[in-house]
């Protein structure tokens, strides 16, 4: 035996000691478990008294369920009534119609009626995913902007709203006439790739997503600068990432926007990643000089007690309330008219192969009366607008 110290037989039956105690204690929390999802009367006296000689674990056991029942109910989706969802959205009209600078806030349900999915809902990317379910990967060259994107764009042409600032990285917002001064990308955009060796950073908007190739810390997309020569890189911030180019993620103007608010209309977001942006809650400030906060989402989030109102709605549902409370016509979404096309910049001779992804292509519909339709022979000039596929043109049908 070592001099102050215990033998190695001590050592062992010590540790024999310490995990059947262990193994005690687990059985008896299976016990206690057992007698607790029982109800009252049809306990026997013994297991009564089983509960009154663990009091501690009865305790423990009765907070891990509360929290699960909490967690539960924050996952359920709400609907509010009809009628006390028009009331909220006047409420809402009224806050809109009076905010100085209007900051809107927009996740990913948003763009859910696009068939996007979101990532908390009851369909939702994470939620499958900790149910042990696969999830498909969306065609997100079929998405367009959602009533809510055009809508968010009119109340920006009005001067209602100031600013965006959104989590997506599905470019409908750019892709919904929304001025590019007036986004903030905070997570990319799936259609722009850049080269950071060029000074300023040189932006290239492709019809196509640049993301194919690219992961979690590794972003170049096998495509070079026309100008450089440098390797392109997409602009997602993936989670675990930090954003640290300019464009399209625009911190510096939403930033600037939070500091200037006095209304934020959040949309379609959990905010539980938002949350974690002291900069884009005014935090610094005192409560009663921060923004006015009005929440629309069917689930609960973490600043629900902060909010001046929350509606549960969709919102294609809200936002469509909101705009004939305005009395304001939601514009229609025309890929004939969508900025992309003019932003994009065309593959080079030899890159046709660097993507497999879907192109975007204005063909889907008939240009607007007046408006005729370039021949394909100058789908160079357009700048790749007739991706594999997108050559041919189809009419739409007319919906009588």
């Known amino acids: 035996m070592a001099a102050g110290g215990p033998s190695r037989s001590e050592r ?82 009224g806050a809109v119609r009076n905010a100085k600078y209007l900051v809107v806030y927009t996740g990913a349900g948003i763009s859910t009626a696009a068939s996007i999915p979101d990532y908390r809902g009851p ?5 499958l995913l900790q149910k042990g379910r696969s999830i498909s990967a969306a065609d997100l060259s079929e998405a367009e902007p959602t009533l809510t994107h055009m809508s968010i764009a009119r109340l920006h042409e009005q001067k209602l709203v100031q600013h965006v600032v959104s989590q997506n990285c599905d470019g409908l917002h750019l892709r919904s006439g929304l001025p590019r001064t007036a986004i903030s990308e905070l997570h990319g955009n799936m259609y722009i790739e850049v080269c950071t060796a ?36 997409d602009t997602i911030v993936h989670f675990g990432e930090r954003g640290t180019l300019g464009q399209p993620l625009n911190w510096e103007a939403a930033t600037e926007a939070a500091s200037k608010a006095d209304t934020i209309l959040c949309l379609g977001s959990s905010l539980k990643v938002l949350k974690k942006y002291p900069r884009l809650w005014c935090m610094t400030k005192p409560p009663s000089r921060r923004p006015k906060l009005y929440i629309v989402n069917l689930q609960w989030t973490p ?18 309330l909101l705009m004939d409370e305005l009395g304001l016509e939601i514009p229609r979404y ?49 700048g790749g607008w007739f991706g594999r596929g997108c050559t041919k043109r189809t009419k739409r049908k007319k919906v009588t």
């Open 12 to 93: 062992k039956a010590a540790e024999r000691v310490r995990r059947l105690r262990e193994e005690q204690q687990r059985e008896r929390l299976r016990q206690v478990s057992r007698i607790l999802r029982k109800a009252a009367a049809e306990r026997s006296a013994e297991e009564g008294r089983l509960l009154a000689e663990s009091e501690d674990l009865v305790t423990e056991l009765q907070g891990r369920s509360r929290r699960r029942e909490g967690l539960k109910r924050r996952q359920e989706e709400v609907c509010d009534d009809p009628e006390e969802l028009r009331r909220k959205v006047r409420e809402l009209a």
């Open 123 to 127: 369909n939702g990317v994470w939620t």
């Open 198 to 233: 060029c000074t300023p950073n040189r932006e290239y908007v492709r019809v196509f997503d640049v993301t194919e190739r690219t992961a979690l810390h590794r972003h170049q997309t096998g495509r070079a600068c026309h100008k450089c020569g440098a390797q392109l890189r």
């Open 303 to 320: 600043k629900d007690d902060w909010a001046a109102l929350k509606l549960h709605g969709k919102c294609d549902d809200v936002m469509q």
């Open 334 to 382: 025309s890929r004939w008219q969508d900025p992309i096309f003019a932003l994009a910049t065309p593959l080079r001779a030899g890159e046709e192969g660097t993507h497999s992804r879907k192109s975007l292509c204005r063909s889907r519909e008939e240009p607007p009366p007046g408006e005729r339709a370039a021949p394909l022979s100058s789908a160079p000039v357009l």
